[in-house]
């Protein structure tokens, strides 16, 4: 495995990270994985014992990031990728409905956690001009009722990203769009949230779910992960669809 890259991949338990982890650790890499729910994490490490340091844990406790990079070079030695993976959706409430706490919890989740992640990763990721994916939404362009707080939390991930390309020219870092998934956040939007959300876009939602036009997980999970293996760093700092032309060589 002289050529496997070492990846913390947060939000590892489920869904998108979880069809991006088994597309890397198929291919040889290794993983730190950190997630909320610890036995998918668990199974993660017995199905691929060499391959996998877990670490469980609430992402909106920002010494996290501290400690993903530590394990990462006390188990593995090294430090190559790096793919923001998790977010919570809450407060999916309207402006005059939500507090400030309400925001500022989502943004420690959303955008604080990103940035310590980044932070205790930049030495390491310079070292092996290593990349950074951030995994963001069309929500970041688009403003959507009771999305507020999401919506412009991702739109920070987006220029964090361009921050990190425009500051560390041996990082490549990209956010990436990855469409309207089958996961667990579009379950909780049709049987959670829909009573809060606008009629029209809660019906939208239960269609493409019915209608069977929701994308797989590992749809945009397999572009992600091979981004944090070898995304060139023209693309460095820009925001794009998983199914972008640009991203043609990754699909």
């Not at 844990?57 to 793919?83: N, Y």
């Not at 809660?202 to 749809?219: D, H, I, N, V």
């Amino acid at each position: 495995m002289a050529s496997s890259k070492v990846i913390i991949l947060t939000g590892a338990s489920r869904g998108i990270g979880l069809a991006a982890a088994h597309y890397l650790l198929q291919r040889s890499h290794r993983l730190v994985v950190v997630a909320r729910s610890e036995q998918p994490l668990q199974e993660l490490q017995k199905q691929y014992p060499e391959q996998v340091a877990i670490l469980p844990g609430d992402l909106s406790d920002l010494s996290l990031g501290v400690q993903a990079v530590d394990l990462a070079h006390r188990e593995f030695k090294q430090l190559d990728g790096l793919i923001v993976n998790h977010g919570v959706l809450d407060p999916v409430k309207r402006l005059a409905d939500s507090t400030a706490e309400e925001w500022r919890s989502a943004y420690d989740v959303n955008l604080f956690s990103a940035l310590a992640m980044i932070k205790a990763a930049l030495q390491s990721l310079r070292k092996s001009q290593g990349r950074v994916v951030f995994v963001s939404s069309g929500a970041a362009a688009n403003a959507y009722p009771t999305w507020g707080a999401y919506g412009s939390a991702k739109a920070a991930l987006n220029h964090l990203s361009m921050t990190v390309a425009s500051e560390e020219k041996d990082i490549t870092s990209i956010a990436i769009r990855p469409g309207v998934v089958d996961t667990e956040m579009q379950r909780e939007i049709r049987e959670k949230h829909n009573t809060a959300m606008d009629a029209s876009d809660a019906k939208r939602f239960a269609e493409l779910k019915t209608s069977g036009s929701l994308l797989k997980p590992e749809q945009p999970g397999h572009v992600i992960a091979r981004l944090a293996i070898d995304a060139p760093s023209d693309l460095s700092g820009k925001f794009l669809s998983w199914d972008a032309a640009e991203l043609k060589a990754f699909q």
